[in-house]
């Protein structure tokens, strides 16, 4: 498989990669199914592009990881033919692969923990915690190899991933109740040790130290974990983005990649530019999280520079902004503006579900495993 997401020949900024997190779930209930090894095994695994299916932390949960692309429709093409493939693999099973970052119907058991020594040390570590965290996140990674350089940019992107969030809430339901936010998904990441904005580093060698003792402490299960919703990636040549909710549809999850890797091309020209990250206080980062995990672009977040309160879809306005100067480099701009405004007229996935399930179980169904196989999606915007 190519590695996902970076390339140490291609220019810093330049390639991206997706990892998408889906459930799966019975085809007239909803109810989560811990059917994944079934799933799995029906698809292949490998899809063209280096594209790659893979369990999760439960068996309720399949993950896609696409190959490395430069070229945003690439991107589309694999996370497209990645869902299809998917949905494709567990219709005989009468099953349905869902776009949800929660599970939003309940089931009548506690799905198992995915085998393997490493999902077992989680559960075992978390406890509680984990044990109804069938969470399903969208990650990107934008290819980096420099690792000094990694972690000089995601000082600059501590700002913005308030307003990421905000734009991919989309796990308003969890297991038949409706939670009241717009991510669920983020508030049961808050429970983890070290979740949320990642702390102003030093170096590579700050990261590594902070890691090294957060493991050391126990609440690491190894090296390769952590919490934050951005990192230097611990086993790519990448910085990962971990802030999103799974995307209703590829459209989306292209749309919150392509911004995720603008904003780390914006932070290599201040970079070049000699301009420092801006000091963003660590009581305000959390309080931007929460705000835009509870009401998505429905209401008021927090600007964490100016430490006030302003609606969402403004600092969303604001992120664009910064944006665009590298989305228009890469030609990527008019999409991403296309999308999010289809996102603040139409709903976030979390507004789109909530009506979809006062309309019943089956119309949230259809909603979710449309984005999930795409085919309608792919029709709308031929």
């Given at each position: 498989?190519?590695?996902?997401?970076?390339?140490?020949?291609?220019?810093?900024?330049?390639?991206?990669?997706?990892?998408?997190?889906?459930?799966?779930?019975?085809?007239?209930?909803?109810?989560?199914?811990?059917?994944?090894?079934?799933?799995?095994?029906?698809?292949?695994?490998?899809?063209?592009?280096?594209?790659?299916?893979?369990?999760?932390?439960?068996?309720?949960?399949?993950?896609?990881?696409?190959?490395?692309?430069?070229?945003?429709?690439?991107?589309?093409?694999?996370?497209v033919a990645a869902r299809?493939?998917?949905?494709?693999?567990?219709?005989?099973?009468?099953?349905?692969?869902?776009?949800?970052?929660?599970?939003?119907?309940?089931?009548?058991?506690?799905?198992?923990?995915?085998?393997?020594?490493?999902?077992?040390?989680?559960?075992?570590?978390?406890?509680?915690?984990?044990?109804?965290?069938?969470?399903?996140?969208?990650?990107?990674?934008?290819?980096?190899?420099?690792?000094?350089?990694?972690?000089?940019?995601?000082?600059?992107?501590?700002?913005?991933?308030?307003?990421?969030?905000?734009?991919?809430?989309?796990?308003?339901?969890?297991?038949?109740?409706?939670?009241?936010?717009?991510?669920?998904?983020?508030?049961?990441?808050?429970?983890?040790?070290?979740?949320?904005?990642?702390?102003?580093?030093?170096?590579?060698?700050?990261?590594?130290?902070?890691?090294?003792?957060?493991?050391?402490?126990?609440?690491?299960?190894?090296?390769?974990?952590?919490?934050?919703?951005?990192?230097?990636?611990?086993?790519?040549?990448?910085?990962?983005?971990?802030?999103?909710?799974?995307?209703?549809?590829?459209?989306?999850?292209?749309?919150?990649?392509?911004?995720?890797?603008?904003?780390?091309?914006?932070?290599?020209?201040?970079?070049?530019?000699?301009?420092?990250?801006?000091?963003?206080?660590?009581?305000?980062?959390?309080?931007?999280?929460?705000?835009?995990?509870?009401?998505?672009?429905?209401?008021?977040?927090?600007?964490?520079?100016?430490?006030?309160?302003?609606?969402?879809?403004?600092?969303?306005?604001?992120?664009?902004?910064?944006a665009a100067p590298a989305?228009?480099?890469?030609?990527?701009?008019?999409?991403?503006?296309?999308?999010?405004?289809?996102?603040?007229?139409?709903?976030?996935?979390?507004?789109?579900?909530?009506?979809?399930?006062?309309?019943?179980?089956?119309?949230?169904?259809?909603?979710?495993?449309?984005?999930?196989?795409?085919?309608?999606?792919?029709?709308?915007?031929?």
């Amino acid at each position: 498989m190519r590695t996902l997401g970076g390339d140490d020949s291609a220019e810093p900024g330049r390639t991206v990669g997706v990892e998408e997190e889906f459930l799966l779930a019975d085809a007239h209930t909803g109810a989560p199914a811990a059917r994944a090894g079934a799933v799995l095994g029906a698809t292949g695994r490998d899809l063209a592009g280096g594209t790659v299916l893979q369990p999760e932390l439960f068996s309720s949960q399949v993950e896609t990881a696409s190959g490395v692309c430069t070229a945003l429709s690439e991107l589309d093409a694999q996370l497209v033919a990645a869902r299809e493939r998917l949905a494709a693999a567990a219709r005989p099973a009468d099953l349905r692969v869902l776009a949800a970052g929660t599970p939003p119907l309940p089931g009548s058991a506690r799905p198992a923990v995915s085998a393997g020594d490493r999902f077992e040390r989680v559960a075992r570590t978390y406890r509680a915690a984990v044990a109804d965290y069938q969470a399903c996140g969208l990650h990107v990674h934008v290819g980096l190899a420099d690792r000094e350089l990694a972690v000089a940019v995601l000082n600059h992107l501590r700002p913005w991933l308030p307003a990421l969030l905000a734009l991919s809430v989309n796990s308003p339901l969890h297991l038949g109740s409706d939670t009241g936010y717009g991510s669920w998904r983020m508030v049961q990441q808050s429970r983890f040790p070290g979740s949320g904005v990642p702390p102003q580093l030093r170096s590579a060698a700050d990261h590594d130290e902070q890691i090294a003792k957060l493991v050391d402490c126990g609440v690491l299960v190894d090296p390769a974990q952590s919490f934050w919703l951005a990192r230097p990636s611990p086993h790519l040549p990448t910085i990962e983005f971990r802030v999103a909710d799974t995307a209703i549809t590829a459209r989306e999850a292209v749309a919150q990649a392509a911004l995720c890797r603008a904003l780390v091309r914006t932070a290599l020209a201040e970079l070049r530019a000699g301009r420092e990250a801006p000091p963003v206080r660590d009581q305000f980062a959390r309080a931007a999280v929460w705000c835009a995990a509870r009401d998505g672009l429905a209401g008021y977040g927090v600007h964490v520079s100016r430490e006030c309160r302003l609606p969402a879809p403004d600092l969303v306005s604001e992120l664009i902004e910064r944006a665009a100067p590298a989305l228009a480099e890469t030609g990527d701009l008019q999409r991403v503006r296309s999308v999010v405004s289809e996102l603040v007229r139409h709903g976030t996935g979390a507004q789109r579900q909530r009506a979809a399930a006062a309309a019943g179980v089956p119309e949230l169904l259809d909603l979710l495993a449309a984005g999930a196989d795409s085919r309608t999606e792919r029709g709308a915007h031929a």
